[in-house]
Structures are given as C-alpha cells and as structure tokens.
C-alpha cells in the first residue's frame, strides 16, 4: 500500500497563499515535511484554479518536483490546469481524476490518453452522487472500466477509488465495510488486479472527537490494507496514522517478514 | 467482537502462587483489573494442573466467578479439572478446547456435550502441528466439525479458533493474511454462520521488539474484526490494543455509527 501526501491543499492558507504569490518555499517546505514522514507520492491539490490555470499549475507542479522525484497526482477539477501541469510534470503523473460525469468524461479521461499517463476513476453516479451499496458500486465499477477502455490506455493505468463515506452518515460504516469487499472483488470482477485507491480523510470528515477519529482512522487503514488497497491517500503528519500503515504492508505484503520495516 | 481476557495464566507467577496457596485475592484482583479494562469474558489458563486438578480448577473457577458474570473459558488440557470447573460454574462456559488429536476427542470434547456447552474447536492437525495455508485450515474445519456433529450437539455451541501463526515463522505473515480469508470462508464452508475466536499473542510470540509487537496487534485486529471474528483473546491490559479493538467494533457492526462507544 502506497502512501500519498494529501497535505498540499489549496484549502491550507499557507499553501493558497504561495500559490498567490508564486512564492516556492512554503511548498518546498511542505513537499520535504511530506517526503520526511515517508509519504510515497504526493497529490498537489489546486482546487479549481478559476484565475490563471496553466501558470499556477506549472508553478505547483515544477514547484514540487524542484524537491522530490515521487509520483505525483494532479488533483484538479480544471482540465486547461491539469493539461498544463501533464505537459511539463517529468514525474511519474497520475491524474485525479474522472467519474461518470459527462465533463470529466469528455474533458479529462482524454488527457490520461494523450499524455499515456495513470488516471484515477471515482465510484460515482454521473451525477457525482455516492452510491450506497455494494452492488451499486460494481456496476459504477464496470461503466467507469467501459469509458475508461474507450480511450485504448492499457489496463493498467487506470486505478479506481471506491469513495470511502464519512462513518458520520446515515448507514456511512456500513457503505464501508461494504466498500472492503468491492476491493477484494473488483479484480474477479474486471477480469485484471486492477489498482486501487483510497482517500481517507473522507472517512472522518464532519464532526467528532479529534482523537477519535484519529483512532478510527487507524482501524480502517490496516482494513483497506487486507483488502487489497494499492494506495491510501492521506494526512502524512498522522504519525500513528502512518506507522500504522507501514506495519500492515510489513504484515500483508507476500514477502519474508521482518521487524526491520522503514 | 468479544474481547476475551487472556491475562489469568498460571505462567503469570502470582497467579501460579494465589493457586498453589489456594489464596483467592490476587484472582480477585486480576479477574477486576480485567473487567475495568473492558473484557467480556475471561480466559482461565490454569496449565494441565498435574497435582489435584480438580480442587485447584474448582477454586480458580469460583474464585473468578466471585468477582464476575463474564463468561468464562476453561482453558486446560486436563479432563479431570476440566470437569471441576464445568461442574460448579455458573457462568457462561466455553470449553477451550478441542482438536483433532485423539485424547482430545475422546477426553475433552464429550464434556462439551454432557455439561451442553460451547466448545472452540483448534485448526491443528491431529498430531497438533499447524497447517500451512487456507486449503489445509479449511479440510481441517470440515474434520473438525465433522467430530463436534457427532455430539449432536447444536451448531451454536461450535467456535473453532483458525490458529493464528507468529509472524517470524518462514511464511508466518502469510499465513495469518490466508487466515482472514478463512474467517470470511468459514460460514459458506460449514453452511451456518459458525462463531469463531482467534488468540492475538500468537502473532507476535517469540523475539522482536516490544513496540512494534504492540504496533502489529494494533494493525491485525482490525483486519480480524472486518473478516468477522467473534472473538479476540488477548491481553487486555494493552490499553492502546482494546481502544482498537472497540472502535473496530464502531466500525464494523450494522448499527448506526456513534463516537459514542464504551
């Protein structure tokens, strides 16, 4: 299970305000606090970019890379943003990524073919609702494998994530728990070990205690684990949160164990 | 997912003291320290008890019983103090337990049929040794319910423990990553949804270091709970393992989430 840094948000103001200001060094900062807590790639989440897409994303994107030679997954609703940071990433570049929705479909999906590059599919109706089973989710599963098989990319560029539910909602630990068995059917399901990802963070979000959700993010991660997750996108400064994840992979991964995991 | 104290072991030395003077108040003691800290039942490991098996498993069971309406698990190899203790609980009582190996279907496992108890049935093969992958823990399922049918005793009052392997034996992480595949094939396998109970020690025994044996009882039990295991026996005075545990249990029960557990 790889990690990916969801640190670089636009959402965070040191980061929005680097990005104002073409100012590299909170984003070099950052990159390195990611990098330093063992985050395996980073998603450069730009938000919609509405004001100069193709310079802020160059600059995010160039910005990163100035530090480290992980993966990157460019997390952008804005195809002209996303189109520029593909053209300049030297990384390994994934984009984040396509659903059903009829934009996505015709704005985005094509650029994972035109820069050969992995693309990440979303679980959701084409009107960006969650579904709420498991069934519901491997039908999604194999219209999103269909769309995606249009474009002609090999198989293995693409990478689905199921859209963890926040616990908080109606039957959310249910959908979860429900979303552990999606993983562990999608290969039989397309018919190839399909790669998968995670975000986390969605988990938790809305109200509840800090520690607890820390703690229940702790429990869900070795989950995703056994399931077959090949990437978990989260905060890299959970530092439990991590250790966690890094003993699951010593701990599922078919290799010889050994205590002396990184 | 019950969580079984497994802190009541005669290898404990004030244990083996308190039972050689026949002194109730370490028992006491141990058994209420075990139930502040959230066990829901209680593992009495009193050893194969050589010397009068049947007054000493007397004493240990109403020493305990004492204290406490938790369930108990008699947990010896011995007939004789085996029977004591049937004879005089009140208690939920789990008999732990039986296997494939010939004294034990002859000695143990018609006791769970003359008190009609539970009994945890071991995934072991009749010379004890341990099986080396899923194929092999499921015939050894089959063998072993096959026995505990011809009690005639009702498919309830089977728990069959898969065996949990240390993680340092040459291919231990994989089989205990096989294990949750058996816990999830187990009910289709039997036809029922067949209880099952798993000692979360085992993973861990033998060197390496404290922490990160800690760390790894941390990333298993989830992946156990999400698998469907009834029943996690393990030390229940590592507080950071039970608080998992019980948000592992938030988690995956088709209830409506709460933050609010116990």
């Known amino acids: 299970m790889l990690l990916v840094a969801d640190n670089l948000q636009i959402t965070n103001p040191l980061i929005d305000a ?7 060094d909170p984003i070099h900062e ?16 730009s938000g919609p970019l509405f004001r100069e897409p193709e310079k802020k994303m160059k600059f995010l994107t160039e910005t990163v890379q100035e530090i480290t030679e992980l993966p990157l997954l460019l997390d952008t609703t804005n195809p002209a943003a996303l189109e520029a940071g593909l053209s300049i990433s030297r990384n390994r570049t994934i984009i984040n990524g396509f659903s059903l929705e009829a934009v996505k479909l ?3 999906l094509p650029l994972a073919k035109k820069y050969d590059c992995e693309i990440i599919g979303y679980l ?8 709420q089973n498991e069934s519901e989710r491997l039908n999604i599963a194999l219209e999103v494998y269909g769309e995606f098989q249009k474009t002609g990319l090999d198989n293995e560029k693409l990478i689905i994530d199921p859209v963890i539910a926040p616990v908080i909602w109606e039957n959310g630990n249910i ?3 429900e979303i552990l068995s999606v993983l562990r059917n999608l290969p039989d399901l397309l ?8 975000g986390i963070s969605n988990l938790t979000s809305g109200r509840g205690p800090g520690e607890r959700k820390l703690l229940l993010e702790r429990c869900y991660l070795p989950m995703l684990a056994a399931a077959g997750l090949h990437m978990a996108l989260l905060n890299v400064f959970h530092t439990e949160s991590m250790q ?16 002396e995991w990184e």
Chains 1, 2 share one sequence.
Not at 18 to 24: G, I, S
Request: proline share 7%; charged share 20%; hydrophobic share 45%.
């Open 124 to 131: 959701l109706y084409p009107n960006s609702h969650v579904p």
């Open 18 to 24: 680097a990005l104002r200001d073409l100012n590299p």
């Open 244 to 259: 966690t994840a890094k003993a699951c992979n010593a701990l599922v991964n078919p290799k010889i164990f050994t205590w």
């Open 30 to 45: 950052m990159v390195k606090k990611c990098v330093e807590a063992g985050a395996d790639a980073i998603d450069i989440n």
């Open 175 to 177: 959908q979860d728990t």
């Open 191 to 198: 018919g190839f070990s399909v790669k998968t990802i995670a």
């Open 106 to 108: 015709e704005k985005i």
